[in-house]
Structure formats: structure tokens, C-alpha cells
């Protein structure tokens, strides 16, 4: 996460190549055994950093513009969010559903290892000593508490018949309002875009089975990709 500027082998940028590629080619040299499985599940582990950045197609291995290791990473976590909805929509016909999630921000797994101390506490992720510090309400968790929602993704009934929806918390996320996008920075056109932002319906609801019927937010959709992009990486 955040890891300086560095690419591998084939010239594409590390974080990139690691947690989204890698993830790609992983999965397609499984499609047959998914597609037999009779019901398998994908869980792509995204997180809030998606908010940092949208996939930058015109450059996303950064060979035309200045590196930016936080941008890097929200690349990539768009990148993951995105891949699990066009893999739904390609398998859920053959009975393979997809989903993508948000952990919690989870200290001490090594994750963090290119930051600082200071950027760590600016994060407020530790103490003014260097203690993680651990308030589940806040998506300050455990590693076994992090691990909770992609467990819940692979194996709840709730999500039976469901996919391409974005988690957290052991539940679908909510539906981020208009408000909510100015609070968290969506609205805000990144320098690459030349085309109107995808935007979120209001009143879009699914029901996962084993919650009283009650209507629930279908997955965050993400302001910052543009519509006409996120078409075109489906096909």
C-alpha cells in the first residue's frame, strides 16, 4: 500500500500489477473450475481508499504523468470494485457471482510498512505511542475482525441470488447520498476525466434474503468513474 514508484517485469506498475492483475489472471485461469462449481463466489477485497482515485485508462502505469503512490492505490481499488461487477455481470449466468468489499483499516499485517510513523498517526490509525488503535465503529479492526466481511461475502445465504454488490461491516454498504459524496471529495472531476461522472441513484435497493425483507443499499456505485468507461471496460 502507498509503495514508492516500482514495476515489474512486463513494465506495469507494482501496486497495480499486484492487486488487480495479478487477481485478473488468477481468476481466469480458475473460470473453468468456477464455472463447474455450481455456484461459486468471487471476493475481491477493495477498501475505502477507492475514494483516492478512479482507474486513469489514458495512463494507469503512471508513464505519462507524476507518480503519486496514494492515487496508485486508489487505482487499484477502483480497479477491484470494478472488476467484481463486470465479473458478475459476465458470471452469473453460469452460476458465478461476485463481490467487492471494504475490510476496515487493520494495522500490523505489514500492509502499511512504507509508512511512516507520523503518517500512520495522521491516519489515526495509532496512538501518540505507536498502539493500533482498535474502534470496530469507526472500521478500526482486528485482523480477525477485518477478515469478517470477506468471509460473510464467501459463504452468507443473505447474498444468495445477489453479486456485484460492494460491502463492508458483514453487510452491503449503504448508498452514498449527494451530501455524502461532497463530504467525502466524490464530486470532484479528476484531472483525467473528459466525461461526465457516473452518478447514484437514490432509490436504488436490493433485499438480500434473511433480513426481514428489509430493503438494504445496493453497493456504493463510484462517482468517479466516468459512465461511458465503466461500459466500456465490460465489453
Same mark, same amino acid.
Not at 477507492?50 to 485508462?57: D, E, K, W
Not at 496514494?70 to 461476485?98: C, H, P
Not at 502499511?112 to 505507536?130: F, M, P, Q, T, Y
Given at each position: 500500500?502507498?509503495?514508492?514508484?516500482?514495476?515489474?517485469?512486463?513494465?506495469?506498475?507494482?501496486?497495480?500489477?499486484?492487486?488487480?492483475? %495479478?487477481?485478473? *489472471?488468477?481468476?481466469?485461469?480458475?473460470?473453468?473450475?468456477?464455472?463447474?462449481?455450481? %455456484?461459486?463466489?468471487? =471476493?475481491? =477485497?477493495?477498501? $475505502?481508499? #477507492?475514494?483516492?482515485?478512479?482507474i486513469v485508462f489514458? !495512463?494507469? &502505469?503512471? @508513464?505519462?504523468? !507524476?507518480?503519486?503512490? $496514494?492515487?496508485?492505490?486508489?487505482?487499484?481499488?477502483?480497479?477491484?470494485?470494478?472488476?467484481?461487477?463486470?465479473? !458478475?455481470?459476465?458470471?452469473?449466468? @453460469?452460476?458465478?457471482?461476485?463481490?467487492?468489499? #471494504?475490510? %476496515?483499516?487493520?494495522?500490523?499485517?505489514?500492509?502499511?510498512?512504507?509508512?511512516?510513523?507520523? @503518517?500512520?498517526?495522521?491516519?489515526?490509525?495509532?496512538?501518540? &505511542?505507536?498502539?493500533?488503535?482498535?474502534?470496530?465503529?469507526?472500521?478500526?479492526?482486528?485482523?480477525? *475482525?477485518?477478515?469478517? +466481511?470477506? =468471509?460473510?461475502?464467501?459463504?452468507?445465504?443473505?447474498?444468495? %441470488?445477489?453479486?456485484?454488490?460492494?460491502?463492508? &461491516?458483514?453487510?452491503?454498504?449503504?448508498?452514498?447520498?449527494?451530501?455524502?459524496? @461532497?463530504?467525502?471529495?466524490?464530486?470532484?472531476?479528476?484531472?483525467?476525466e473528459d466525461s461526465?461522472?457516473?452518478?447514484?441513484?437514490? !432509490?436504488? +435497493?436490493?433485499?438480500?434474503?434473511?433480513?426481514?425483507?428489509?430493503? =438494504?443499499?445496493?453497493?456504493?456505485?463510484?462517482?468517479?468513474?466516468?459512465?461511458?468507461?465503466?461500459?466500456?471496460?465490460?465489453?
Amino acid at each position: 500500500m502507498a509503495c514508492p514508484l516500482a514495476r515489474d517485469s512486463r513494465g506495469y506498475e507494482s501496486q497495480f500489477a499486484t492487486n488487480h492483475l %495479478g487477481h485478473f *489472471q488468477l481468476v481466469a485461469r480458475l473460470w473453468p473450475a468456477l464455472r463447474q462449481a455450481n %455456484g461459486a463466489r468471487v =471476493v475481491s =477485497v477493495s477498501s $475505502w481508499g #477507492h475514494r483516492r482515485s478512479p482507474i486513469v485508462f489514458e !495512463d494507469p &502505469n503512471f @508513464e505519462r504523468r !507524476d507518480y503519486d503512490r $496514494w492515487s496508485a492505490y486508489g487505482q487499484l481499488k477502483t480497479a477491484n470494485i470494478l472488476f467484481a461487477l463486470a465479473l !458478475d455481470e459476465r458470471g452469473k449466468a @453460469e452460476g458465478v457471482r461476485a463481490f467487492s468489499l #471494504h475490510p %476496515g483499516s487493520i494495522v500490523g499485517t505489514g500492509l502499511g510498512k512504507h509508512l511512516s510513523r507520523e @503518517e500512520l498517526r495522521v491516519l489515526a490509525v495509532i496512538d501518540e &505511542n505507536g498502539t493500533p488503535i482498535l474502534d470496530p465503529a469507526k472500521n478500526l479492526k482486528t485482523v480477525e *475482525q477485518g477478515a469478517a +466481511t470477506s =468471509v460473510w461475502c464467501a459463504t452468507s445465504r443473505q447474498l444468495d %441470488g445477489m453479486g456485484g454488490v460492494y460491502c463492508e &461491516n458483514c453487510d452491503i454498504a449503504p448508498l452514498v447520498s449527494r451530501a455524502g459524496e @461532497e463530504a467525502c471529495g466524490l464530486s470532484r472531476r479528476h484531472p483525467y476525466e473528459d466525461s461526465p461522472r457516473a452518478g447514484v441513484a437514490d !432509490d436504488s +435497493t436490493r433485499k438480500p434474503r434473511g433480513n426481514g425483507g428489509a430493503a =438494504v443499499p445496493v453497493a456504493m456505485m463510484l462517482a468517479t468513474i466516468s459512465r461511458p468507461r465503466w461500459r466500456s471496460a465490460k465489453r
